[in-house]
C-alpha cells in the first residue's frame, strides 16, 4: 500500500509516522508513506498557499493551484490513487467498516486542510471521499490525516503480529471489546476473573462475548440493533 499525504505543515505529521506500528509497518515495506510539504507546489517568492474567500469572511482558504498541481505530480510519479480523501469536519463520519475497505485499497492520497478550508474545486475535482474524525473543529486535518493512517496501515496484512487482534478489535463486529487483564493474577486486592485463568477456551469466548454486550449496552446503546441480530 502506498499513502501520500499532502499537508501545509509537514513537520506537524512526519514525527508520528516514525514510531511505533506505522514505522514498523514502513520498515517491512508493508506501507508507503510519504508527506508533501505543499508549499512546494506555489507561486512566488513567498509560496503563497491561502488568500481570502471570495464574498468576504474571517480565515483564509487554500488555494486551488498548489493543491491541483500537488495531486499531479503525484498522479505523474506514482499513478493514479484509488482514493482522494479530504479530512474536513463536515465529512463523512470514519467508521471501522470505512478503514476496512480503504487498507484493502492501494494507493491513497490524504489532503490535510488548515485555516478555512480548501477552495471548493479542489473537492469538486479532485476529491473522491471526504472524511470527518467527529463532529468537533481542530485546528487543520493533520490530526485526523494520522489517525486515519493509522487506523489504517494497522489492518494492512504482515503489519501486525498477530492478524487476529485486529479482527477483535472494537467495532469490528459492531459491538465494543471486552475487558482485558494481564499478569499478576491479583493485584491491590483486585483478582482477573476466574474464568481467565481457567484455561476452558469455550467458557472464555462466552464470557467475552457477554461482557462485550454489556459494555456496548451500557456506553454505546446505539451500535446494539446491528449488535444484536448478529448473536
Known sequence: MRIDLITALPGLVEGPLQHSIV?????AEAVT???HDLREHADGKHRQIDDYPFGGGAGMVLKPEPLFRAV???DEAHGPPDD???LTPDGERLEQTTVNR??????????AGHYKGIDQRVRDELVTRELSIGDY???GGELPALVLVDAIV????????????ALTDSFQDGLLDAPVYTRPAEFRGQTVPEVLRSGDHQRVEAWRDQKRLEKTRSRRP???????EKE
Not at 514505522?23 to 520498515?27: K, L, M, T, Y
Open 23 to 27: 514505522r514498523r509497518a514502513q520498515e
Open 33 to 35: 508513506i510519504e508527506v
Open 72 to 74: 499531479d505530480a503525484i
Open 84 to 86: 482522494v480523501i479530504f
Open 102 to 111: 480503504l487498507s484493502m485499497e492501494g494507493h491513497l492520497v490524504l489532503i
Open 137 to 139: 473543529v481542530l485546528s
Open 154 to 165: 494497522r489492518l494492512v496484512p504482515g503489519v501486525l503480529g498477530d492478524a487476529s487482534s
Open 222 to 228: 446505539d451500535l446494539l440493533p446491528d449488535a444484536e
